[in-house]
Structures are given as C-alpha cells and as structure tokens.
C-alpha cells in the first residue's frame, strides 16, 4: 500500500505571469517559459501539459542509463522519445503515452535494455507510475551499434 512519506518536505513549483498566456514557472530556481498555444499564446513556451512528456522522459532515462551503468554495459549514448495521445474531451488528460529509448554503444545486450525499461515502468520512475494510472504506457527500445566507444556521458 502506498503511504504519504510524512517526513519529506513538500516539493514546490510556481508559475508567474509575464503578459496575455506567458508564464514563467521556477522550481529551485531553475525557469522555463510556459504559454499557451494557437491564437491566445504568444509562443514563448510549451503548453504546460506537455512538460509531462518531458518529466516522463527524462525520469525514466535517468533510470534506465543507471541500470546499464550497473550493468556494466556500454552505452554511449541514450536518446527517449515520449508521444503523448490525449482525450478529445477536456480536460484531455493522456489516454495513451508510448515511450521509445534509443540505446547506441558497444555490444549491448538486449536483454539488459529490456530489463532496465521494465524496472524503470514498475519500480522506479514516479512519473511512470502516476501516468500510468491515467494512461495506458508502452514502450519499445532500438539498440544501435557502435564500432567506435565514445566517452561516457
């Protein structure tokens, strides 16, 4: 059962208005531009909803490269691609998010890659996990060869 860690601190974002849908949102100092699309934003940023591809992306990369480094696999590289569906009716929450992880380095093994996906859906990545109550989440992976290692990043 899940239960509500008590002793952590609440994490905290904000979003300020600049002028007509352009907001600037901060966590711990970090910013970003937000605004709303077509006709009444002025494209000074992404519509808020996808920054949710975006956590989903990264939360689930940070996983994944953790898992092949512990590994001990070789990658190079790892790019995550998330595409979001999302309901015709509002509040047009995602119904279905598909998550594709570009894995390049030397003699990788699939079933690492696999494994490391499969960790990062079910145990891991929080942004998966609450997702994925609202939608459903797949996931697929190419594993690209690399004559040459490059150095680790």
Same mark, same amino acid.
Request: aromatic share 4%.
């Given at each position: 059962?899940? @239960? ?5 601190? *609440?994490?905290?974002? +904000?979003?300020? $208005? ?15 531009? $937000? =605004? !709303? #699309? ?7 940023? *992404?519509? *808020? ?5 975006? !956590?989903?992306?990264?939360? @689930?990369?940070? =996983?994944?490269? #953790? %898992? $092949? ?6 990658? #190079? ?7 979001? +569906? ?29 494994? !490391? %996906?499969?960790? +990062?859906? &079910? ?14 989440? &797949? @996931? ?10 490059? *150095?680790?990043?």
């Amino acid at each position: 059962m899940e @239960t509500e860690n008590k002793d952590q601190e *609440p994490e905290t974002a +904000s979003a300020t $208005l600049v002028e007509g849908m352009h907001f600037v949102g901060n966590i711990e100092g970090f910013r970003w531009d $937000l =605004d !709303a #699309s077509g006709d009444v934003g002025v494209g000074a940023g *992404p519509q *808020p909803h996808r920054l949710l591809l975006l !956590a989903m992306a990264g939360c @689930t990369a940070m =996983d994944v490269i #953790s %898992i $092949l480094r512990k590994k001990r696999q070789q990658v #190079s590289g790892l790019n995550v691609v998330v595409q979001g +569906s999302r309901a015709e009716q509002h509040p047009k929450v995602y119904t279905h998010i598909n998550v594709l992880y570009r894995v390049r380095g030397t003699n990788v093994d699939p079933q690492a890659v696999e494994r !490391a %996906i499969e960790l +990062s859906k &079910t145990r891991y990545c929080p942004v998966i996990g609450m997702l994925g109550k609202v939608a459903e989440v &797949t @996931t697929r992976y190419e594993v690209e060869e690399e004559t040459e290692l490059r *150095p680790d990043r």
